[in-house]
């Protein structure tokens, strides 16, 4: 069982991934098709409560790490010049999505932003916005955790109400 848990923590950490995913492979026993990356995954049929609270708790951890990396280290990396085009590319994109709902709602924003549960938002996005925003480590500590404690819950239900669906 460690070795599954090991596994739903990363996934937890992968931009791709986080908890879209994480939550549906640790609750279901079958095979799950179209997973980004691998295609398909073997699912861990593991209790709820342990696959909540491993991926929230993942999850909320890597946006506080993801926060730093982006206040602290991220400019080392863009000394590489395809690193810093790609990085561009992803702040404008993120800063589209987010700005709006982060400016006009604050903190609320920046959780509402981080809950949705779709490509682009998320703990790492959020810290990127949070970031380029000056939100603060212990303002966007709070808002990741709110986000990432409601996500959970949207793609648990999702993933609950698909077992009866799929027969899993």
């Given amino acids: 069982m ?9 996934l937890s950490w992968v931009p791709v991934f986080e908890l879209r995913w994480s939550i549906p492979i640790g609750l279901f026993s079958g095979v ?7 295609g398909s995954m073997q699912g861990f049929a593991l209790p709820l409560e342990i696959v909540f609270l491993v991926c929230v708790g993942a999850n909320i951890i890597l946006g506080f790490l993801a926060y730093f990396f982006f206040d602290k280290i991220i400019f080392i990396f863009l000394k590489v010049p395809i690193l810093k085009k790609f990085y561009d ?55 990741n955790a709110i986000g990432i404690i409601i996500a959970g819950l949207i793609v648990t239900v999702i993933s609950t109400g698909a077992f009866s669906l799929f027969g899993f």
């Fill in 89 to 143: 590319k992803i702040v404008v994109r993120a800063q589209k999505k987010a700005y709006p709902l982060v400016e006009k709602y604050g903190l609320i924003g920046m959780s509402i932003f981080i809950a949705i549960p779709l490509p682009g938002s998320g703990s790492w996005t959020g810290a990127l916005v949070g970031n380029l925003l000056n939100f603060g480590y212990k303002r966007f500590f709070i808002a």
């Fill in 32 to 38: 799950i098709e179209g997973v980004p990356l691998v």
């Fill in 2 to 10: 460690f070795e599954k848990i090991l596994i739903l923590i990363i």
